[in-house]
């Protein structure tokens, strides 16, 4: 699965598409999380679409999983470079060099890295105020926001600003004539900066009176800019409202911390108000609803987020958080198991949105809370006493089909009861079903230790399958519990028997093949064989008897030597 999801996300990413790209290898990381290489695929998406934070974070855990992997370094070193840390660029692509010298992606890295450090100036005393402004993805989520700069991103050479800014925010005086530049100011730091209209004059200097022609300086052709973009009193209407939201959902954050959940619903409603087209906002106070145990609201607010973020085109991973809070609602209201199922289903709807581990774990509760109330609905020990007497007459007839269905019936109606159990295993060994009947045996012992016919059902099911060792182990383990028991003192007499038959070698070359065959996929016995210990004590019952008969004295030794016989490996003449 985490295969394919991976090579999903590399088709994505080769067609351009990273956003899906980033979305499959998310996908194959909760399924693979230790995988290296979804890490350092998924920083390389991030950083193509410019989401260099997390392309960092990736690229370190890439390190973190593979330290002596190049690649790893490469990525790292191109994140940093991406945030303007060049300094740290250098080192790392140094550091991927160490471990590969000849890999020319790093050289190359470093090269370029090394190349924007020196053409980088060193912050001098005066150096630009905003430095803080531009850092950060923050930045790109605020012009996303704006719907004037929005449109401004999709303009090669403003984005093209934008980044150099960001990589050296002192370079915004080179800029700042582009009105587009000024307006994206504005945005980042919430204030109303005037920009120039489109028929607006400027004096030429600073002198009042313009020079003669033979006295002014050479006439420069003027370099085509933008017309700058009138901003209308709607547009700035909107862009108060947003900032006026934006505070009010911060001062609901502040008082959900202090648990003050009436003060907080009340900003987040005016914050909705003020805003209908982030839907974060909805999503805290369905939060809120949640913490409140006002599950109806909660699960009405989610909806509506979802509705609502559908419309806008939003983030997955908003909607994905809206589902995951509608189905932790949805769980905290159920009552009986049926009321789950809508539960897991939002859960599950979620999970298609973006994979977060934490839907994940709360849609595996969610259906382990389910069958646990299944049980607790159905259990009745009337009932079920009643389904086994059925079982119990089918068994005696021989009709062992119709004794498992009432048995298991008998099951649902009580799963502790340890006598069904054992009587399914019985239907389940007449049947052939040696496989089911073991595990129903073993689930008897486990159920009650001290049942007497758990062992003997496990004992007669190993036995069966010819496995005489184990179905020995089995038969006087139930010893321990009842001494004088007949149908277990039988049973370790059968096993010596076959057991002794194996080590005389009175078996069939067909027989002995076919335990050998089975032996050989016993992982106990591939353990003993792969010992080298053990395989010199072989050679030594071969070829040194002397050493052979130290050997004999070492029970943990005679009991694996024993294990080989009984399986046909080996036979003692």
Request: one cysteine or more; charged letters at 30%.
């Amino acid at each position: 699965m985490a295969e394919e999801a991976k090579a999903k996300g590399n088709a994505a990413f080769s067609s351009g598409d990273f956003s899906a790209a980033i979305r499959h290898f998310s996908d194959a990381i909760a399924l693979a999380p230790t995988n290296h290489v979804l890490y350092s695929n998924r920083s390389a998406a991030n950083a193509s679409l410019q989401r260099y934070s997390e392309a960092l974070a990736d690229a370190k855990k890439t390190i973190e999983l593979k330290p002596d992997w190049s690649k790893g370094y490469s990525r790292l070193g191109a994140a940093y470079q991406g945030l303007g840390q060049l300094d740290d660029a250098v080192s790392a692509y140094k550091q991927g060099l160490e471990i590969d010298p000849n890999n020319q992606a790093l050289k190359s890295g470093l090269a370029d890295a090394q190349a924007a450090a020196s053409r980088a100036p060193p912050p001098p005393m005066g150096s630009s105020p905003f430095v803080d402004t531009f850092q950060g993805p923050e930045m790109w989520t605020k012009l996303t926001a704006d719907p004037t700069t929005r449109a401004y991103l999709q303009q090669p050479d403003f984005l093209k600003m934008m980044q150099d800014i960001q990589r050296n925010p002192n370079n915004l005086n080179i800029y700042l004539k582009d009105p587009r530049v000024m307006q994206a100011l504005g945005v980042l730091l919430n204030v109303k900066l005037r920009t120039p209209p489109e028929d607006a004059e400027f004096p030429e200097s600073s002198s009042p009176e313009r020079k003669r022609p033979a006295e002014s300086d050479p006439v420069k052709e003027p370099e085509p800019e933008p017309e700058p973009m009138e901003i209308n009193e709607e547009e700035k209407e909107a862009k108060e409202r947003k900032a006026k939201a934006q505070k009010e959902k911060e001062a609901g954050n502040a008082a959900y911390k202090k648990k003050d959940f009436e003060t907080a619903i009340q900003h987040y409603t005016k914050a909705i108000e003020l805003d209908d087209e982030d839907i974060s906002f909805i999503t805290n106070r369905a939060a809120v609803y949640l913490e409140m145990g006002q599950y109806e609201e909660c699960i009405k607010d989610c909806d509506k987020a979802v509705e609502r973020g559908r419309e806008l085109r939003s983030d997955f991973k908003m909607i994905a958080r809206a589902l995951t809070r509608k189905g932790t609602a949805l769980v905290k209201m159920a009552k009986c198991s049926k009321d789950y199922d809508s539960a897991i289903e939002t859960f599950q709807k979620a999970l298609t949105e973006h994979r977060n581990p934490d839907t994940l774990k709360k849609l595996n509760e969610a259906e382990k809370a389910k069958k646990d109330l299944e049980q607790q609905e159905h259990f009745d020990p009337k009932l079920a006493d009643e389904e086994r007497e059925k079982g119990n007459e089918f068994f005696k007839q021989q009709k062992y089909p119709e004794a498992v269905k009432h048995y298991t019936e008998s099951l649902r109606r009580n799963p502790r009861d340890a006598r069904t159990y054992s009587n399914r295993a019985a239907c389940y060994t007449k049947l052939g079903a040696l496989p089911e009947g073991l595990k129903d045996a073993e689930k008897c012992i486990e159920l009650d230790p001290t049942f007497s016919k758990g062992y003997t059902r496990k004992g007669a099911v190993q036995f069966f399958m010819k496995e005489y060792d184990k179905a020995l182990e089995t038969y006087q383990g139930g010893l321990k519990h009842d001494p004088s028991n007949q149908e277990l003192l039988d049973g370790v007499r059968r096993c010596i028997e076959q057991i002794n038959k194996a080590s005389r070698g009175d078996i069939s070359p067909e027989e002995l093949k076919e335990r050998q065959a089975k032996a050989m996929q016993d992982p106990e016995i591939q353990n003993i064989l792969s010992d080298p210990v053990m395989r010199q004590v072989l050679i030594d019952f071969q070829e040194n008897p002397k050493a052979a008969q130290e050997h004999t004295k070492n029970p943990q030794v005679m009991s694996k030597i024993q294990k080989l016989v009984t399986a046909g490996i080996v036979q003692l003449r």
